[in-house]
């Protein structure tokens, strides 16, 4: 990895992280098309600079999160379940499944899934958001442990099918992130078995500066792009974007 890359890497991050079209999977797709050896540093880095833009959403949402407390109790409720199936069966899928082939398949069937219940879910009536529904959106979020998937879409939908309104359901998308990412670094640090090298820091710190901004920039885009079909638009980038990938990188 050099310096460029990982501004690269962390554009890619911050524009992808709170779009329905999976983060991690774009990391994964961008670093090999780069050619960046799959290491550990690569692995750590791909999950830390996400704080990068997890720091933008609390910066759009702080005055919102200081004056309502409630959301620690509702953010607790649902990120407990991706908490404790985290720690069991994420390290499995991280080993097994992070792999170009699974993200473009995962990418390629959650655009044909996106697109659907964006239509279906349009027709569920609202409904208040209980602490039990909170708790079954928290096990909608563990679906994002495939790579692939998306963290976003998996709890924007989950949300939408649970009742909340589009916009309820993609603030709280942004706001689970939160809790969601920031253990996720936190405990990849704790496991780092090696020391890191000056350059690694330094390729962090460009990482995570840079998923800011564009953390940042993303979400203030999609905001006003939810009246404007954009789980259709992203569905239909996903499916395109897939083949794509697939007939130039890996066939």
């Known amino acids: ?12 991050e911050g524009m992808t992280e709170f779009l329905p079209v999976s983060s991690t999977g774009h990391l ?17 880095f791909e999950i830390v600079i996400q704080t990068g833009a997890i720091f933008a ?39 097994h499944l992070f792999t170009p082939e699974v993200v473009v398949g995962a990418l390629f069937v959650g655009g044909i899934v996106l697109i659907f219940l964006e239509q279906f879910t349009a027709r569920i009536p609202e409904r208040k958001q209980t602490y039990p529904r909170l708790f079954l959106l928290g ?50 640090l704790l496991k780092v078995n090696h020391t890191l090298s000056t350059d690694e820091i330094w390729y962090l710190v460009v990482g995570l500066v840079t998923s800011f901004v564009f953390g940042y920039i993303s979400v203030k885009i999609f905001l006003k792009l939810l009246d404007k079909k954009a789980f259709v638009i992203c569905g239909v980038y996903r499916i395109i974007f897939s083949l794509i990938y697939f007939f130039v990188f890996i066939r």
């Open 1 to 12: 990895m050099n310096t460029l890359m990982a501004f690269i890497l962390g554009i890619v």
């Open 28 to 44: 994964i797709l961008a670093s090999n098309a780069l050619g960046i050896e799959n290491n550990e540093f690569l692995k750590l």
């Open 139 to 188: 096990i909608f979020q563990c679906l994002a442990f495939i790579p692939g998937v998306s963290r976003s879409a998996s709890t924007i939908l989950g949300a939408k099918l649970l009742g909340a309104s589009r916009a309820e359901a993609v603030k709280f998308s942004f706001l689970l992130a939160i809790p969601t990412i920031l253990s996720a670094s936190g405990y990849s």
């Open 57 to 95: 959403i609390i910066f759009i949402y702080f005055k919102e999160l200081w004056a309502d407390k409630t959301y620690v109790i509702k953010l607790a409720v649902a990120f407990f379940p991706t908490g404790v199936l985290g720690l069991v069966a994420y390290p499995i899928i991280k080993k």
